[in-house]
């Protein structure tokens, strides 16, 4: 249980940032929040304030609210976590850290990896014990370039939390509803950048004969043997190491984000048929951001690594973004439009040495982390309700796919359902599955339900599954805790 352990210290650490944000930090950016970890960014209606991104919600939502009500609103807590599909992720990290040669100059380590991967013995230095002692390494060379291609395809983890604040104005501001929104979060991720190893036993075997003639009572000495190869044999004991020299790294990234936001919307036209209803929301965005590159041989542990990158100084900047959105509702249907971030502001990660990278892949692959581009994106929502509106069916789409501060790619797609019952205690239940259309592309079955009419509580998984010390998990999970509140 020692993986599961380190996860759920990871997710702990996680929450107790996300918590410490303010009270009004955020939503979880990959997933959503509350009902919308459930139902996707959808406007939900049944006289409750909407999770939805849509600046347009507001007045739609409003038009459902008590004339008692005054100020009407929601808190909302989420956390999730997500891993690649590599089995055993940290203890892979960790094998090949030790087999990779490591210079001290990347990263934030005290310690240095690169110790060796352990080959053997060798009894005497005749030819064929030679042989026989390169194929061995052959072999090992085979199973670290084997776990640095996994990797660099699928070794990835990402841990988000935060929480979400919103007050609705149940009164007429020019012919319009005002709501205001602050919401946080924090998001943590490692990612492997790894390089081939490049290693041709000839060539090795040619350069160990050449080299080859220790004694006993020699000190250890360490052969370079081409191709990023280097043999430490100690002479006293016989005990051979090899170890790669080879660029591959783990970066990993955080950002603390704060975002306050106050909409506008109004009806812009009714008739028969239905309303139009449209929003604008302007918003101030404060984002943290740091990096962290540590090549592989100077790492001591994977865990501790990304864990370190919580505590790493962040470069902080504000900038101003509006966001627009446009929702139509008819007798037994809605559709809406929203369009984030508009401006597409930018933001700067701390910049990282790149001096002691040779590999130019790698270094193209650095710099394409520089910056944070809050992109725009186009969301699409619809609904179905049933004639007494106690049932609805939801979807929600993103047109494109857009990057988070992790640098992973996001298209979320999701259908829905929920059913109202007429019970004081118990108040609804709702079941959803999403799924990402860009990146890792997984899938999320979701369920949730209210309680008490203020209480929500919403859970989710992925389909896919992956391995922690022989233990088959989730290779997703989201938990999220809202409550409504209106006086």
């Known amino acids: 249980m020692n993986g599961s352990n380190r996860f759920l210290r990871r997710d702990l650490s996680l929450m107790a940032m996300a918590v410490s944000l303010a009270c009004s930090s955020a939503t979880v950016s990959a997933i959503g929040n509350t009902s919308r970890l459930t139902l996707g960014d959808v406007t939900q209606g049944g006289g409750v304030v909407s999770t939805s991104s849509n600046p347009a919600s507001g007045a739609f939502d409003r038009q459902y609210l008590s004339a008692d009500t005054d100020v009407a609103g929601y808190l909302n807590l ?61 072999d090992r060379a085979t199973r670290v370039a084997a776990i640095l291609a996994f990797i660099r395809t699928e070794g990835y983890a990402v841990g988000q939390g935060g929480s979400d604040l919103s007050i609705l104005i149940n009164k007429d501001v020019l012919g319009g509803t005002l709501r205001f929104d602050v919401t946080g979060w924090v998001n943590a991720s490692a990612v492997g950048l790894t390089e081939d190893i490049q290693f041709n036993a000839d060539t090795a075997l040619a350069e160990l004969k050449a080299a080859y003639n220790l004694q006993p009572g020699d000190p250890a000495t360490t052969f370079d043997l081409s191709g990023g190869l280097h043999l430490t044999f100690d002479p006293n004991t016989r005990d051979v190491s090899a170890t790669y020299d080879n660029d591959s790294l783990l970066l990993t990234r955080a950002a603390k984000v704060v975002e306050f936001a106050g909409s506008y919307s109004r009806p812009l036209y009714a008739d028969d048929n239905g309303k139009l209803f449209l929003g604008v929301k302007p918003k101030m965005t404060q984002v943290g951001l740091t990096r962290i590159t540590t090549r592989f041989g100077d790492l001591t542990d994977a865990e501790d690594t990304f864990e370190d990158t919580l505590d790493a100084n962040f470069v902080t900047q504000n900038k101003f973004g509006i966001d627009l959105g446009v929702l139509w509702e008819a007798e037994r249907y809605r559709l809406g439009a929203t369009l984030l971030n508009v401006t597409e502001p930018e933001f700067d990660f701390p910049d990282v040495d790149y001096s002691g990278i040779n590999n130019p892949e790698i270094r193209d692959a650095l710099q394409t982390t520089e910056t944070y581009v809050a992109e725009h994106q186009l969301k699409l929502e619809g609904a179905w309700v049933s004639a007494e509106k106690r049932w609805g069916v939801f979807s929600a789409f993103d047109t494109n796919a857009v990057r ?69 998990l989730p290779r997703g999970l989201g938990f999220s805790l809202g409550f409504n509140y209106d006086f």
Request: hydrophobic share 35%; charged share 20%; aromatic share 8%.
């Open 78 to 138: 989420g956390l999730s976590i997500e891993y690649g599909n590599v089995d055993d992720l940290v203890d892979q990290i960790d094998e090949a850290s030790a087999a990779l040669e490591g210079d001290g100059s990347q990263g934030s380590s005290d310690g240095v990896g690169g110790s060796g991967t352990d080959v053997g013995s060798v009894d005497n230095v005749s030819n064929p014990d030679l042989e026989a002692l390169i194929d061995r390494v052959a």
């Open 404 to 472: 988070d501060p992790a640098g992973f790619e996001t298209q979320w797609g999701t259908i829905s359902t929920a059913y109202t019952f007429e019970n004081i205690w118990f108040n609804s239940l709702r079941a959803g599955a999403s799924r990402n259309f860009a990146g890792n592309e997984l899938s999320y079955l979701s369920v949730g339900a209210t309680m008490f009419r203020f209480l929500k509580l919403d859970l989710s998984s992925t389909l896919e599954d992956t391995s922690i010390d022989g233990e088959k």
